[in-house]
């Protein structure tokens, strides 16, 4: 009897750690992409609102990036079999330029994150999240377009 109360003790540290957050455990790195991409379909939702011009073109950037976050929750629970939702994003926008240059700094972010996970993985998965991470690059330079056609500047 002692030595099973002995054992309950020592197994308490591991819970009283994660009760008290000590002890949190690290997202997935998938989850963290996860989490990136909703904040940023939140923006391209907001740029929506903010743009009626361009509202169309940031709604379908916000369904992209919806089914991104489908595609990499599917991903991370084949990996995992845990399900990882994304947390709550809310989007403030301030001014449109400030908020595309951020959505289009987060879409970039996202596609070197994406393709650093590709190298970090292999199979099926690196060949998706490569896939991934070119067309999340396509929607930055969408981003810039956009950007440089309300300043004014050539595109070419």
């Known amino acids: 009897m002692y030595a099973d109360t002995i054992d309950a003790l020592n197994g308490f540290d591991g819970v009283w750690r994660r009760v008290t957050g000590a002890e949190s455990p690290e997202p997935s790195d998938l989850c963290a992409l996860i989490d990136k991409a909703s904040r940023l379909k939140e923006l391209y939702c907001a740029l929506a609102r903010r743009c009626p ?88 330079c969408e981003l810039r377009e956009l950007i440089l056609r309300a300043m004014g500047a050539n595109c070419t």
């Open 53 to 140: 011009s361009a509202s169309a073109r940031f709604s379908r950037m916000a369904a992209q990036e919806c089914a991104l976050i489908r595609r990499l929750t599917a991903e991370n629970f084949l990996q995992t079999g845990c399900c990882c939702a994304p947390s709550e994003a809310c989007a403030l926008v301030q001014g449109t330029l400030c908020a595309l240059r951020c959505a289009y700094l987060s879409s970039c972010e996202l596609a070197e994150d994406l393709n650093r996970a590709a190298a970090n993985s292999c199979g099926e998965l690196c060949t998706t999240l490569k896939e991934l991470s070119n067309a999340e690059r396509r929607r930055s």
